[in-house]
């Protein structure tokens, strides 16, 4: 790749990163200033995940149809800041779930196309995303860290506006990225969608990844709280955030040889397992600084590797055409569904037992994330995609 493609594809994932840094760690305690309800709360965080089920299947459909992924990709990012406005107007409960709604279709749809013009323009050297998405994490540290000083002095009406200003500098980005997902010669699907899915190992995939999202619903709607109703400070929390995506730039830096050594499988199950053992701590030790901290360091394999090896099986398994529908799917299934069922189910359960229990559940379903990643594994048939990416 170019340096200055590197850069024009590097920055778009900063803002997008940027402004979910100012929004899922803050929107919460922001709710609540504004008087809402736990279970309002979950609602709301919930409808926002919720439009991933939908949004980027449709774009993603539209794209792959059309060709024009990157025009796809600037449309959208222009109407998700102009939508958010909507949701700094919206004045009450109702209002702001549908605005939010709006607001979502759009925010929640450029990510995946991007993904896939990004795996496209590496082509067979795919194994080297990480290197690229780092400036995402880097884009949430920017912003998460920065706030959580600025709210610790300062109230929280401000969030919106800020949100507001990283979505217009990610439309601004797209202006200068071009599509050349084609220049590496992509190959043409070889299936329909249809049968990909009919894949045992692709379901076991799909379906550890929906376990996988929806055991961090309790983390990104109410960490922050819960951490304040543990009596840490808001900018100790900020803290807490960043020091969780700095673990996560630094797999990053490195889990392309990873993949290399000990495959995308492999690195998938390992992350499940020690996704469990995050929430358990979170579940029953958080009010000891040292274990909550060592817990934030795992978010280096709760997202780090567990989506960069994602990343790669979806890649696999969706070639050429279906590129653009395979990040549709991954997205709408684990983000989507899976963040909108874990935000939801955490909201009533924090509603009504409190924040442990919450993460006990999130616990639970990234057990169950392990085990449909296990079976997933054992019907791959094939062993490139055990010891070595790419496959051949």
């Given at each position: 790749?170019?340096?200055?493609?590197?850069?024009?594809?590097?920055?778009?994932?900063?803002?997008?990163?940027?402004?979910?840094?100012?929004?899922?760690?803050?929107?919460?305690?922001?709710?609540?200033?504004?008087?809402?309800?736990?279970?309002?709360?979950?609602?709301?965080?919930?409808?926002?995940?919720?439009?991933?089920?939908?949004?980027?299947?449709?774009?993603?459909?539209?794209?792959?149809?059309?060709?024009?992924?990157?025009?796809?990709?600037?449309?959208?990012?222009?109407?998700?800041?102009?939508?958010?406005?909507?949701?700094?107007?919206?004045?009450?409960?109702?209002?702001?779930?549908?605005?939010?709604?709006?607001?979502?279709?759009?925010?929640?749809?450029?990510?995946?196309?991007?993904?896939?013009?990004?795996?496209?323009?590496?082509?067979?050297?795919?194994?080297?995303?990480?290197?690229?998405?780092?400036?995402?994490?880097?884009?949430?540290?920017?912003?998460?860290?920065?706030?959580?000083?600025?709210?610790?002095?300062?109230?929280?009406?401000?969030?919106?506006?800020?949100?507001?200003?990283?979505?217009?500098?990610?439309?601004?980005?797209?202006?200068?990225?071009?599509?050349?997902?084609?220049?590496?010669?992509?190959?043409?699907?070889?299936?329909?969608?249809?049968?990909?899915?009919?894949?045992?190992?692709?379901?076991?995939?799909?379906?550890?990844?929906?376990?996988?999202?929806?055991?961090?619903?309790?983390?990104?709607?109410?960490?922050?709280?819960?951490?304040?109703?543990?009596?840490?400070?808001?900018?100790?929390?900020?803290?807490?955030?960043?020091?969780?995506?700095?673990?996560?730039?630094?797999?990053?830096?490195?889990?392309?040889?990873?993949?290399?050594?000990?495959?995308?499988?492999?690195?998938?199950?390992?992350?499940?397992?020690?996704?469990?053992?995050?929430?358990?701590?979170?579940?029953?030790?958080?009010?000891?600084?040292?274990?909550?901290?060592?817990?934030?360091?795992?978010?280096?394999?709760?997202?780090?590797?567990?989506?960069?090896?994602?990343i790669q099986l979806i890649f696999h398994y969706f070639p050429g055409d279906l590129r653009g529908r395979g990040q549709a799917l991954y997205s709408s299934l684990s983000f989507g569904l899976g963040g909108a069922a874990g935000s939801l189910a955490s909201g009533y359960l924090w509603a009504a037992l409190g924040g442990p229990p919450a993460f006990g559940l999130a616990a639970a379903l990234a057990a169950a994330g392990f085990v449909a990643a296990l079976a997933g594994m054992r019907f791959s048939g094939n062993s490139a995609l055990l010891k070595a990416v790419p496959p051949e």
């Open positions: 790749m170019k340096r200055s493609s590197y850069w024009k594809i590097s920055g778009f994932y900063f803002f997008y990163f940027a402004s979910l840094g100012a929004f899922m760690p803050y929107w919460g305690p922001y709710l609540r200033e504004q008087g809402f309800a736990p279970d309002q709360i979950g609602v709301l965080m919930a409808v926002v995940l919720g439009t991933k089920i939908i949004a980027p299947n449709v774009w993603g459909w539209l794209a792959d149809y059309t060709g024009k992924r990157t025009g796809i990709i600037r449309l959208g990012a222009m109407l998700a800041a102009l939508l958010f406005l909507g949701v700094m107007l919206a004045p009450g409960y109702l209002w702001l779930a549908a605005a939010l709604a709006f607001f979502g279709f759009f925010w929640n749809a450029v990510l995946p196309q991007f993904e896939a013009t990004t795996l496209g323009t590496l082509g067979d050297e795919s194994y080297l995303y990480s290197r690229i998405r780092l400036w995402g994490s880097v884009g949430f540290i920017f912003s998460v860290a920065g706030l959580g000083e600025v709210f610790e002095r300062f109230d929280m009406e401000p969030l919106p506006w800020v949100v507001l200003a990283l979505l217009a500098g990610l439309y601004l980005n797209t202006l200068l990225v071009r599509d050349v997902s084609e220049e590496n010669g992509e190959e043409k699907p070889v299936s329909s969608v249809k049968n990909v899915l009919r894949h045992p190992a692709v379901q076991g995939l799909l379906l550890a990844c929906f376990f996988m999202q929806a055991s961090h619903g309790p983390y990104y709607t109410f960490f922050t709280v819960y951490l304040e109703d543990f009596g840490y400070s808001r900018s100790a929390a900020g803290l807490l955030w960043a020091l969780g995506v700095a673990a996560e730039v630094g797999v990053f830096l490195v889990v392309h040889r990873w993949l290399l050594w000990f495959g995308a499988w492999r690195l998938l199950l390992a992350a499940l397992l020690l996704t469990v053992l995050r929430w358990a701590v979170v579940a029953t030790l958080a009010e000891n600084p040292a274990f909550i901290t060592a817990s934030q360091t795992l978010h280096a394999a709760s997202y780090g590797v567990f989506h960069a090896a994602a």
